[in-house]
């Protein structure tokens, strides 16, 4: 059965995430970031990780961007992407179907890295997600099958480590990367 | 009483000279109908062109100015795109970056797709709404010699900053002017510019 995830385990995960992604940019050889904060956020809020969002607001090492749109948040990530910082986007899965042709002009065309967190809000504990009655949860993984973007479910805590898994895929691909938040965060 | 003679709009292309002319070291992000020029004015290694997700320029523009403050980011927007995406200019106007400079080509229509009309034509008033989003500095301009005498203080203006320029059709869209630089290629080459160090002697 699947689990929530704690905010403060994701914070902690995220950090870790964008010390590596710093990691390998010096690795690169990179010029030092301009800023002090180890990554950035983009999010069009959503309720399924509102904890987390909460939490990022008290949190000083990783600085939030809130978006209008989905669109905006990944046209934001790419020139974020293009000025050598890291970047994660938090969004919900209606922000992923509203916003998929810049998903695919950008990240999976444009071949810009992309790593999303997109939250099943309204995802039935006791059903796996192709199986919801609700179409936003139900179509989330068949859409992202379709467009060929490599994606995994955050079932609980254990889970987390693929969000710097997926986080690198998105590097090495060189494309989108998702992972699904499957319960609400706590 | 007569009305008042109204000004014929710029040229897209002078328009660009301008920017071109002032810029320095800024990173310009050219779409649509400004691309095709741009390319031509300045084929350089420091421009990225919002191919593909229309609406997306002045984003595309707002994570560079993010992640790099100590460059100024000139966004060569059309009015059709701005209104795909409306919403930035909230969004630009909250991140509150200070090297950031919206410049918005004003024609009416939507040049690339045939010159249809935007909704609104040109009553729309991007002024008001990019002052209302919370820009730092918003002027609109509608002769030349006006932006060429005040460009130099808007790229050192504390911004974020928004202009809207009266200008006519350009002369080429990216429909007839077909080809330049693939965007993963112009991403990859702004990105090495931008994070790797040159390397000196």
Known sequence: MPESIPATLIIETLKDTFRDARAALAKENAEPSRHDHLGWILSVPDTHQKTVLAALDKEESIRVVTCATEDEATAIGAGLYMGGEPVVLMIQHAGLYASVNTMRGVAMDGKVPMFYMVGLLSREKDKDPRESRHSMVRYAEPLLDTFGVPHARLEGPNDVHLIPEYYRLSRSRRGPAVVLVGLETS | ?201
């Not at chain 2, 350089?44 to 609406?55: A, H, K, R």
């Not at chain 2, 560079?64 to 059709?80: E, F, H, N, Q, S």
């Not at chain 2, 004003?106 to 008001?128: C, E, R, W």
């Open chain 2, 1 to 201: 009483m007569a009305a008042k003679p109204m000004k014929p709009p710029m040229k897209p292309e002078d328009v660009l000279q301008v920017v071109a002319a002032a810029r320095g070291d800024a990173i310009c992000v050219p779409t649509m109908t400004t691309s095709p020029a741009w390319r031509t004015i300045a084929p350089d290694d420091l421009s990225v062109g919002c191919v593909g997700f229309m609406g997306g320029a002045s984003s595309l523009g707002l994570g560079l100015a993010l992640a790099r403050p100590d460059r100024r980011v000139i966004v060569l927007d059309g009015d059709g795109s701005l209104l795909m995406q409306l919403g930035s200019l909230a969004t630009n106007a909250g991140a509150a970056p200070r090297n950031f400079v919206h410049l918005l080509f004003k024609n009416g229509v939507y040049h690339t797709s045939g010159a249809q009309g935007i909704p609104g034509g040109l009553s729309v008033d991007f002024v008001m709404m990019a002052k209302g989003a919370g820009y730092r500095q918003v002027l609109s301009i509608d002769s030349l010699d006006e932006f060429k005498r005040r460009l130099p203080e808007l790229l050192r203006a504390e911004g974020p900053v928004f202009v809207e320029l009266h200008t006519g059709l350009a002369d080429q869209t990216p429909m007839t002017a077909r080809g330049g630089v693939p965007f993963p290629e112009q991403v990859e080459t702004l990105r090495v510019r931008l994070v790797r160090p040159r390397p000196t002697g």
